[in-house]
């Protein structure tokens, strides 16, 4: 049974609703409640959409919103259409914040940043329509591998801080820099996803929606502790990123069970992850790598380029003199 207040799905049982606590049994005079027929989130979707959109399948999902592959008829051609909790249309603040960062959003034209085509609401059904991205995620990526090469690495940084230069350069910070939102496009290039939306979804009553704002392992300090942020933070949760893409792991993976941003605490204290004891064998290269990979957490400025390209001359020095150990010169 889905609430009139706040539309949040409650059990049929319920007398109260759990999230606004609403009065179940006062929706009707008689206090015989209206049973809502079962029906699938992808079914309530082509069913608001249809007239525009073919819903063919879902492509994933997480706290923020569910991911579906879908043609768009009038032009025929493939896209993604991002759905976020149906219970927020009820929130008219939140819908309009959403729309107006949305349309922020879609001004962006980055190489490595995906384009939004449109940007909705129909009925319960709160979306955006972006370019269909035929690569898998980073979080996929590094799942099925671990660990990424440093010259992969260094390309994505590069792509990745380019698209975050080009965005703060127009005053807009992602706010949710993490694995999951860095896609990959047919051409094997970095594309950055979901700019404004985590900045939209901070601002709202959102208790029992199941949204969860930003994520605590890639927070910066300042958004564990709700500051006032600026590109910085962006750059921040790229160093975490980067950290990962070479370890395997995130550098404070208690986070995990806690659920809490390990960012709360001051991270100049030297309480993460031994990078050294991560690393792959490198010789003196581990060594010099031990400890570092934190570095890149401080080492945050104001223009993304400069950054990535920083981290990524980094990462060449090391493999350099990872393959000088492996291969000494003979003399």
Do not use: W
């Amino acid at each position: 049974m889905y609430c009139s207040r706040c539309g949040t799905q409650n059990k049929d049982t319920a007398k109260f609703c759990d999230s606004c606590g609403l009065d179940l049994t006062a929706t009707s005079p008689t206090g015989v409640r209206v049973e809502t027929p079962d029906i699938s989130e992808i079914d309530m979707v082509r069913q608001e959409l249809h007239e525009e959109y073919e819903i063919l399948d879902e492509l994933g999902r997480g706290g923020m919103a569910i991911v579906f592959q879908a043609k768009e008829k009038q032009l025929d051609r493939e896209v993604a259409i991002k759905v976020l909790p149906f219970s927020l249309a009820f929130d008219k603040e939140f819908v309009e914040r959403f729309q107006r960062e949305a349309r922020t959003s879609a001004k962006l034209e980055h190489p490595n940043i995906i384009p939004i085509y449109r940007v909705g609401k129909s009925g319960r059904v709160i979306y955006f329509v972006m370019k269909f991205l035929r690569g898998k995620p980073l979080s996929n990526i590094l799942a099925a591998r671990g660990s990424l090469p440093p010259a992969e690495i260094k390309r994505i940084l590069a792509e990745v801080g380019r698209a975050l230069a080009y965005a703060h350069k127009k005053e807009i910070v992602h706010r949710d820099i993490k694995p999951d939102n860095i896609m990959f496009d047919e051409h094997g290039h970095a594309v950055v996803t979901d700019f404004g939306i985590a900045k939209a979804a901070s601002g709202g009553k959102l208790t029992g929606t199941g949204m969860s704002i930003g994520t605590p392992h890639y927070m910066s300090p300042e958004q564990a502790k709700a500051q006032p942020l600026d590109g910085r933070s962006d750059i921040y949760s790229l160093g975490v990123v980067a950290y990962q893409c070479l370890t395997g792991s995130v550098p404070f993976p208690a986070a995990r069970e806690s659920g809490e941003a390990p960012a709360v605490r001051d991270h100049s204290q030297d309480d993460g992850q031994d990078a050294g004891a991560t690393l792959p064998e490198r010789g003196r290269a581990g060594q010099r790598a031990r400890g570092r990979p934190l570095g890149l957490l401080h080492d945050r400025c104001d223009d993304g380029d400069a950054v990535a390209v920083r981290r990524a001359a980094r990462l060449r020095t090391d493999h350099a003199i990872a393959a000088r150990d492996r291969h000494p010169a003979r003399g």
